[in-house]
């Protein structure tokens, strides 16, 4: 059971490049969501999804899509990467309960040069 | 908006009680979450409340006042692993989508010191 797995851990992008970071779960969570996190800013919600074939918007969607093809992965891509998106990106996932906490994957280190 | 303050960092003694506090302003608010993260790590689940008073769970408690928009962690026996982040997170409405989102602190950085 290794819970909430991310690819890759760690990723320099030149500016204009493109790419996209794997998040997969083994827990059987209907929800998934990408954050990123950055210092002094606290960890803010990009994009998540509730379900199989479906995304939505969170705090700061502009630069990113999503994809949620298939109820245990969630891909995050990044069309044309800017030096703003260097962060850390933290996948989570969730029962979808409100009482239920999310569970964190490990995170990808970005630097976009 | 969403609005949450907690302070940057703390140190504390090795065995001694540290409170961290949390304020937060929110639309529709739902519970509100800690969480730990050790440096260069992701966010562990320590608590959750929704209801009024103390949630407690071996050396850590937290503590909820909807009506005051304020929360507080308390961990007891400080050890040198507690040395870590503390976050505290809202789960809310974003204004903007009408979803129920959660919603971070910058988190608060705790030195335990021997």
């Known amino acids: 059971n290794a819970g909430v797995t991310q690819t890759p851990k760690f990723r320099v992008l030149k500016t204009g490049q493109s790419m996209t970071l794997l998040c997969a779960q083994d827990m059987n969570h209907e929800y998934m969501y990408w954050y990123r996190q950055d210092p002094g800013m606290g960890l803010r919600l990009i994009h998540y999804s509730v379900g199989e074939g479906t995304t939505a918007k969170g705090e700061v969607p502009d630069g990113y899509n999503v994809s949620r093809l298939k109820k245990q992965n969630f891909l995050l891509g990044l069309e044309s990467a800017a030096p703003s998106q260097t962060s850390v990106y933290f996948c989570?996932?969730?029962?979808?309960?409100?009482?239920?906490?999310?569970?964190f994957g490990p995170g990808t280190r970005l630097l976009v040069l | 908006g969403q609005n949450i303050d907690q302070p940057t960092e703390m140190t504390a003694t090795e065995g001694a009680i540290v409170q961290i506090n949390c304020t937060y302003q929110t639309s529709g608010f739902n519970g509100l979450f800690w969480y730990q993260q050790h440096a260069g790590e992701a966010p562990t689940f320590l608590s959750y409340n929704v209801l009024d008073g103390l949630e407690e769970k071996g050396r850590f408690s937290s503590f909820l006042s909807r009506s005051k928009g304020y929360s507080y962690l308390l961990l007891k026996e400080l050890q040198m692993k507690d040395s870590a982040s503390y976050l505290c997170a809202v789960r809310g409405v974003n204004g903007e989508t009408g979803a129920n989102n959660l919603f971070f602190g910058t988190g608060t950085r705790l030195t335990v010191i021997p």
């Open positions: 989570a996932s969730s029962s979808g309960l409100a009482w239920e906490t999310q569970y």
